[in-house]
């Protein structure tokens, strides 16, 4: 009798909830959109300083690639750097990323970039299967300004002259990779290409291509020399890792039919832009591969910062639908106002310890439960996330209160058969990835949650086997 009664007031207060809600949510499994293949992060500067690093570098490879023991990033992308003028040192700390050929009639220095090649193994040692190489810059000596952080008054920086030579020099780097035990699925010679942020003596490798013939001729070049060096079966081209979403949509245009021939994957930054769904028809029309492969946010300790990666992942993988979705630095050196990672070190500090931030733990609730092979599918609500696997039978969502206020959210779970189900939080109030006491029921297909102001809550449910 006491069951019932408790189970008749819980029906009344449901009930009472549900008018009250601030949003009805529904989940559709019937809607099916992206297939995804991984979260990920560059390594490039990060990796330069830590890598070089023995007392905490296993630490960080851990938070960041080992999925029992931090985020399982599995995308990986490895910056082949150009290497600059041993004379300049502009460059900001971890941003001198060494490049393999020191000057034109050098031979390979394969021992160069070892603590980029540590955390690049090391991704691999804890389950990182997508692999990624690109260009910031070409070695210094193919530039117009003898510089690889870029050209004269941001011009563009390629000496025509090594159009051949730069094409060389990355599938040697790949070639060279491959032999080592690394395949580069993709490798993409560009890196905002049109952006002009890339000026001479500046702190990080860049190189303009803005002209359209300039990049038809080195994808061209890029995509033949894999081929005569029989890399073409593993590896294809990427591009253009433009800044924008819809600048990357621009940049697609220009590109010739012939030379979209070696192109597999479309690579867009997403730090501005609102071309998503064009930007995601398009890449469908032309049967290329779409990812998000560079965003990040300012640093916080409060759960701002959270608040802001999931809104960017909401609308990057609701809209714009890549199946990868790449931090930029998951680890950054600690400097106010530039600084944008998830966690905090010193770069210039061998033992430095690790400041693990909240908006890791907001990027932990995705990367945690969303795993390769999930497909993301349908909901009616700009701010959860739904994500299927139809292997092991688990339905994921990753619901967002991006508010100062709770809200009360019914979640319309009817669609599912559900079993055994479990909920993770981070807020403000002390909550880390934070079991939650299982105290909730599914009522007439309907779970009603009462959400934090400021919160992020991954919902696990396995579902019944028949
Ligand atoms: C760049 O730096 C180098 C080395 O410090 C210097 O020789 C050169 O004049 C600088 N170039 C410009 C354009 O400032
Ligand atoms: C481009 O490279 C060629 C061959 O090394 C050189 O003669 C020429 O001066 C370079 N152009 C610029 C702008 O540096
Ligand atoms: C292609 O990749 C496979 C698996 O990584 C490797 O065994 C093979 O040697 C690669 N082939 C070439 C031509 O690089
Ligand atoms: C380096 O980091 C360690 C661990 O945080 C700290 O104890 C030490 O004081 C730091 N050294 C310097 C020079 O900042
Ligand atoms: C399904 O579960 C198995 C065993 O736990 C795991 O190896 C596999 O990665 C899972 N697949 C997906 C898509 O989550
Ligand atoms: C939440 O409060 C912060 C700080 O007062 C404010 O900057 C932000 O705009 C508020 N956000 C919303 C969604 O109201
Ligand atoms: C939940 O979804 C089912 C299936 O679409 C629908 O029949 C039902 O009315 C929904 N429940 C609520 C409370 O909206």
Known sequence: MAGFKIRFLLTISTLLSIVNANKLVFIDPNDRWQVFEGWGTSLCWFANALGGFPDIRNQAADLVFDISKGLGLNVIRYNIGGGDDPS???????GDVPGFLPCENCDY???????????????????????????????????????????????DNLNFTYYDAFANYLTDVVEWYSLEGITFRTLDPFNEPTLRAW????SQEGCSFNDCSAMNTIIRKVGDSLYFKGLLGNTSVSFADENTIDQEFFTISCIENNVMSYVSQYNTHAYGGALRGELHDISKLDGKRLWMSESGFTASEEMSASIELSKQILNDMRNLKPVAWVYWQVIEHIQPGIDWGLIGADFSNSSTSLDIRLAYYGFLQYTRFIRPGYQIISSNDEDTLAAYDAINKTLVLVCTNKNNISEVWNINVTMFDIGLFSAYRTSNNNEKL?????????????????????????????LKLH
């Open 109 to 155: 220095d394969w021992t160069s970039d070892a603590n980029q090649r540590w955390f690049l193994f090391a991704a691999k040692d804890r389950g990182a299967d997508i692999f990624e190489a690109y260009s910031n810059s070409p070695p210094y000596w193919m530039t117009n300004s003898g510089c690889s952080a870029g050209g004269s008054n941001f011009a």
């Open 434 to 462: 934070t079991l939650l006491p299982n105290t909730w029921f599914i009522i007439d297909g309907i779970i009603n949650y009462e959400s934090p102001a400021n919160s992020i809550t991954t919902w696990v449910f396995n």
């Open 88 to 94: 300049h040192h502009h460059m900001r700390i971890g």
């Open 199 to 202: 000026n001479v003596n500046g």
